[in-house]
């Protein structure tokens, strides 16, 4: 048996964490068994779905790479075929025509609520003749669910759930206006995909049994079902958008990499004993239903941090520099040409050593980039008083007689310097990185004016100095 999962998001809105979790299960499984991954578009409510949505979606998988294998399904193209199974259950007679007037379901209802009982078609229609129904009122179509025992699933995650068929009602497959509804829908959709697992929040664990029923009632295989717990905040409360329970395209838009979300959202309610960083190929070798847990996970922004943390430091240089060249180019104020991007793949060992996000690591990278005048923050503009312009100027002629601008070679002149002079080494490098950077904080000092290269540090020094060589 090939194994054969699908991802099957409304169209609604963004691909939110919770989504992309789900999403990230199904491709998972899919990989560790040699499997299928397939996407689903559910749009058949009209009204909300839209367009936007839909490329947010596939732009968001796109991004975690956790993009479909083969086309994308879209379930509105499909109602033809979903309305086909209602007419076969129909003639079957394990459907019926229902034709309860608004009126009466509504009388229902209140009645139900009444009595204290749980709000559920009475089965009216189930074994009349259709040949009273009522003028002008075009029928629903129902299924004929079991009256009496119980179903159990055998859910991968949850374990076994029993329901009593008693609270089964008889759910409609069409709607009066012969659309399908979705819990139809999904069922005819999974089985024409070929579906094997369906695994999904476990939110959906009551929509299992009513679904079970048009499997049993047409004779197709059920799927192993798999709930797995939603994602709660820090504080253990259903997680919301003061949790960050946002797009995945807002998480990109703050500096997080696609492998260290796949691997933080791994570890939101799955385990593979004490690991915490597990790469992309270790997940698909490792990853299997037993190891998610029961229990809701915790979202926690420390974690990601650390994580993503961990992935900056492991990524490619070039590829760093073209984010950071991204981000800081939205700035109109500023450009990156040839030269900047030279300084920043330089400079960035120092750099992604000390980034959580790549939002903070192109913030930290931005004095690469930067225009004399050097943008001066108050603490550094503090240190660039008399006696620290005073103590570069000096420095100047050591650095520009140097034949080789190395880290080593740079150090080298800034410590005999401070020794020739009687300074303490702070009292020259504090300054120096001040008109370097704009900052008191900084990768090494000497590392950065490495990147930089001779002539730019010279011309950073000299605009503070005021102090014009031609060294």
């Known amino acids: 048996m090939t194994v054969v999962t699908r991802f099957a998001p409304s169209p609604t809105g963004y691909l939110h964490i919770g989504g992309a979790r789900t999403a990230l299960f199904n491709w998972l499984f899919a990989r560790h068994h040699g499997g299928v991954y397939r996407l689903r578009i559910e749009d058949t409510d009209r009204q909300r779905s839209t367009k936007e949505a839909v490329e947010a979606i596939l732009d968001g998988l796109a991004w975690l790479g956790l993009a479909g294998d083969g086309e994308v399904v879209f379930q509105s193209e499909r109602a033809a075929r979903h309305a086909e199974v209602a007419q076969q259950l129909l003639e079957q007679g394990k459907a019926y025509r229902c034709y309860c007037t608004p009126e ?76 399908p509804t979705y819990m139809h829908s999904v069922v005819v959709d999974d089985h024409d995909m070929a579906v094997t697992h369906v695994i999904r929040g476990d939110d959906h664990l009551n929509n299992a049994f009513r679904q079970s029923l048009i499997y049993q009632a047409m004779g197709w295989d059920v799927p192993v079902f798999a709930h797995v717990p939603l994602i709660h905040g820090a504080d253990g409360a259903k997680f919301s958008k003061r949790h960050g329970a946002l797009g995945v395209d807002a998480y990109r838009d703050m500096g997080y990499l696609p492998e260290a979300m796949r691997n933080y959202l791994l570890r939101l309610g799955w385990g593979h004993g004490d690991d915490e960083i597990i790469s992309t190929e270790q997940a698909i070798a490792w990853f299997d239903l037993s190891g998610v847990g029961r229990a809701p996970a915790r979202f926690d922004y420390a974690k990601l941090d650390s994580v993503n943390g961990h992935y900056i430091r492991e990524a490619d240089d070039d590829r760093l520099v073209d984010l950071v060249a991204a981000r800081l180019s939205a700035d109109p104020a500023v450009t990156v040409g040839e030269e900047a991007r030279r300084r ?20 930290n990278a931005r004095f690469y980039v930067a225009s004399i005048p050097i943008p001066m923050d108050p603490k550094a503009a503090a240190l660039l008083d008399e006696d620290g312009r005073a103590a570069l100027a000096g420095l100047l002629p050591y650095f520009a007689s140097l034949a080789e601008f190395t880290e080593p070679m740079i150090e080298d002149a ?24 704009g900052s008191t904080t900084s990768p090494g000092i000497f590392e950065v004016l490495a990147a930089l290269g001779q002539p730019e540090s010279l011309r950073r020094i000299e605009a503070v100095c005021a102090v014009h060589t031609n060294g």
Do not use: N
């Not at 920043?344 to 913030?363: N, P, Q, V, W």
């Open 104 to 179: 009466e379901l509504t009388e229902m209802r209140e009645t139900a609520r009444a009595e204290g009982r749980s709000i559920r078609y009475d089965g009216r229609w189930r074994d009349r003749d259709p040949a009273d129904a009522p003028a002008g009122i075009d029928p629903v179509i129902r299924i004929k669910a079991p009256l009496a025992g119980e179903m159990t699933i055998r859910d991968a995650v949850q374990g076994d759930v029993t329901v009593p068929h008693a609270q089964l009602d008889d759910m409609i497959l069409l709607r009066a206006d012969g659309s």
């Open 344 to 363: 920043l793949k330089a400079g960035m060992s120092g750099l992604k050593s000390r980034a959580k996000t790549i939002a903070e690591l192109a913030e």
């Open 414 to 437: 800034v410590r005999r310097y401070a020794e020739e002079r009687g300074l303490k080494l702070g009292k020259v490098a504090q300054p120096l990185r001040a008109a370097i950077t």
